[in-house]
């Protein structure tokens, strides 16, 4: 995360750790969304073993994946809305930072 | 550095929040998943079974996302693909 603290016209410190705080939050959630929806749509509840089986492990890895590719399209999909001027769910709904 | 600390401290609250999170929803996951049977108060030895199994389960699956999940941020943000709010 060093490009957080790198060269800019010197924001407050107090925004800075706004600034870090923020991204760790974003990832962290991101995470935990991820790794929901992952165990759910892979991990069956029949927990016959506790390791995890060959089928379950490659489902995981592309969940991921998969959960990433979905992140990037929505994210091209929203900035074109609003930058078509599309307004509704456009830049009001990113909170950006 | 004070920021520094400040940040630290900050992320170290997270991460107890972050910890009694991650227990909060295994017991919910699976108490849903191994436990079905009133019929008797304690836990029968097959839940407690299938609750030692659901939790291993549940740590190396997590362990596996966190290893996709940074390859993955990583690529992504060589690519510079940012998402909203980066």
């Known amino acids: 995360m060093s490009f957080l603290f790198g060269q800019r016209p010197q924001p407050s410190s107090a925004e800075k750790i706004a600034a870090a705080e923020a991204e760790v939050e974003m990832v962290s959630d991101m995470f935990n969304r991820l790794s929901d929806s992952c165990h759910r749509k892979c991990v069956p509840a029949d927990y016959r073993e506790g390791e ?27 900035q074109s809305q609003a930058a078509a001027g599309g307004g509704a769910g456009g830049m009001g709904a990113m909170g950006g930072i | ?26 017991v919910q996951r699976c108490f ?55």
């Not at chain 2, 550095?1 to 295994?26: A, H």
Request: glycine share 6%; with cysteine.
């Open chain 1, 52 to 78: 995890l089986n060959k089928g379950e492990s490659v489902c995981l890895d592309r969940c991921a994946s998969k959960f990433f590719d979905v992140n990037i399209k929505v994210s091209e999909k929203m």
């Open chain 2, 1 to 26: 550095m004070q920021e520094q600390r400040e940040l630290q401290s900050r992320l170290e609250k997270k991460q107890m929040k972050d910890f009694m999170g991650v227990y909060s929803r295994l």
């Open chain 2, 32 to 86: 849903d998943d191994c436990v079905n049977d009133f019929t008797s108060k304690s836990l029968l030895p097959k839940e407690e079974g299938c609750i030692m199994r659901c939790v291993d389960k549940y740590f190396k699956g997590t362990e596996r996302l966190q290893t996709r999940f940074q390859e993955l941020n990583a690529q992504m943000v060589q690519q510079g693909n940012a998402l909203p709010g980066r």
